[in-house]
């Protein structure tokens, strides 16, 4: 049984509660189009990680029968801590590397691209990264951990990441220092230029401080949320796709080999990427988030798609055993189709009217 039929509707609950918190402590944390096109990137993904989540599995269980060294007691609990720790300092890499080399940024990028922080942003995850990840878990392989201890600790990792993107929990003091927090997580996301490429860890904040990609969040400075070439759509296909063409423009604008290779594995904030994408300096007063106009109309439709989307991806965990591949891919490239329309809808001139900026 897939264990996302579960913890989905918690990740709703939860998400419903931090709203009705926030609006009583007099806080809007929540803007509606911002919010389903995180809700629907998180479907997206969902509706691709279901195969490519198993793609991932399979490589690691072919590295660990080709090169595990070690064999390992399950039934003791100190062997699913170490795994767990070692899992955390190699995603500390994986998170790294989707920061610091561009053609992993154009996979991580969907992540950052919400303007706003609350426990919706944590569901904007890529459809990509799949194809790239499982190679940094070779340590584990090497060490023979079990592809049942890797599975589960890599979604023990991945659910403690879901409770930290919130603005309701401040500062939490000594754990700063050796776990991921609300507090250093919201510097992760933000634009300023204290926050770039900082706090890395999944779990452990220790990673960055070893490693000198720790920051704290500054209290005298707000957090700006997202990237500082903003998305500019609702489109959660878009979203996960979009850095991919940037790279292509780069590539095909380069003039050398070594170029060109810079431009899919160099950092993300080189010059040339930097004038290929048209990013500003960062001036923290200047910053205006993205919105487009809706009506409510289109607010009810927006609502209706996350439900409809949320009972199909159900639905595909529970039938995606007795399907074939090709039936797999052909139930999910039909829900993206449906998502990319929904997103795109936001901007149709024809559908614009009154706005309502925040979640209402």
Known sequence: MNPYLYTVPVFFLMIATEYWVSRIRGRDLYRFQDTVTSL???LVSQFINIMGGAFSVYMYSLLVGQFSLLSWDTSQLWVWVFALVLYDFCYYWVHRAGHEVNLFWASH??????EEFNLSTALRQSATGFYFKWVFYFPLAVLGIPTQIFVVVALIDLLYQYWVHTQLVGRMGIFERFLVTPSNHRVHHG???????KNYGGIFSIWDQLFGTYADERPDEMVIYGVRKPLRSWDPVWANIQHYFVIGRLVRASRSWHEKFMCVFGPPRSPAHLEAVGEAPFRAA???SFSTPYTSRMKHIGAAS?????FMLMLLYLVAPRLSIWESLAYSFLMLGFFSFIGRLWVRPSMMGSTSPRFQ
């Open 286 to 288: 200047e910053f205006v």
């Open 109 to 114: 990028v969907i992540h950052h691209s919400s």
């Open 40 to 42: 629907n990137a998180g």
């Open 191 to 197: 634009q300023n230029d204290y926050c770039i490429d």
């Open 306 to 310: 996350t439900i409809f989307g949320t």
